[in-house]
């Protein structure tokens, strides 16, 4: 199936404001960008073919790309001065990178690729910035057998808050978590049919607009997960990740177990 990622948004909450800021996707964990390990995920379960939705900071992820250095994250043999690769990354990918548009909303990027779709009953979407150890397969297949027009994966909240319970009075009745509350949120991994364009209208977005318009026609799946699921929306998240892949834990690297 195809993989559309959404990697054209300012992502101010991510960037200096120095010029030359890479966008959200292009930030680090470990020697790769987000955008790479988000990519490698779906590779992992055979989902080859990209359809980039570039806006801001579009020379980044193309430099990137058209510059890939596969011994950066591959063993290799030197020899005579020859590079021979014993593994490769990225070799069997098709990436097709489409401007979007600077300043478009979500649902505006996916219409303007929906010809590269070539017609597909259903494809897969993505912001880009977020990781996971979501079964993938399980999430498809739960879509498939369904006849909604999209399905999305939705997770607890990821806050540290507490939520707390007023009764009479103003007295506390109680302080929950509110990861423990019976809360789900949209967690950005998609899969959906071309009816969702159905409901995305020119310059409309792809949750607001598209997936609120199936979800009244009772027509948008839900795919709980309480598993492993990382958003990188600060630097302080992108950090915290990429500590983790320092010390060797990235649950999301599904491809190096």
Not at 41 to 49: E, I, K, R, S
Not at 97 to 122: C, N, Y
Not at 200 to 210: C, F, N, R
Request: aromatic share 12%.
């Amino acid at each position: 199936m195809k993989v559309v990622l959404f990697c054209g948004g300012f992502g101010t909450r991510m960037r200096t404001g120095t010029p030359g800021d890479a966008p959200k996707p292009m930030q680090l964990v470990g020697p790769r960008p987000l955008i790479w390990h988000v990519m490698r995920y779906y590779a992992h379960f055979g989902h080859t073919d990209f359809i980039l939705c570039l806006g801001f900071g579009a020379h980044h992820l193309k430099d990137f790309f058209l510059n890939y250095q596969e011994t950066t994250s591959n063993d290799f043999v030197l020899r005579g001065g020859k590079v021979e690769l014993m593994s490769t990354d990225i070799s069997d990918w098709s990436i097709s990178f489409i401007q979007t548009g600077l300043e478009s909303p979500i649902g505006e990027r996916l219409r303007r690729v929906r010809d590269h779709l070539d017609g597909d009953e259903m494809f897969l979407a993505n912001y880009a910035d977020v990781l996971t150890d979501a079964p993938l397969p399980a999430l498809i297949e739960n879509f498939a057998a369904s006849d909604a027009g999209a399905s999305m994966m939705v997770v607890p909240p990821a806050e540290t808050f507490h939520c707390i319970e007023l009764g009479e009075g103003s007295r506390v009745g109680g302080i929950i978590p509110v990861s423990e509350m019976p809360l789900w949120v949209n967690g950005g991994y998609f899969v959906l049919r071309q009816e969702v364009f159905d409901h995305i209208p020119e310059g409309g977005d792809l949750v607001a607009d598209g997936c609120a318009g199936l979800a009244k026609a009772g027509r948008l799946l839900a795919y709980p997960y309480r598993g492993y699921w990382k958003p990188t929306d600060t630097v302080k998240e992108r950090m915290a990740l990429d500590e983790a892949y320092s010390r060797g834990e990235r649950p999301w690297a599904l491809w190096e177990r």
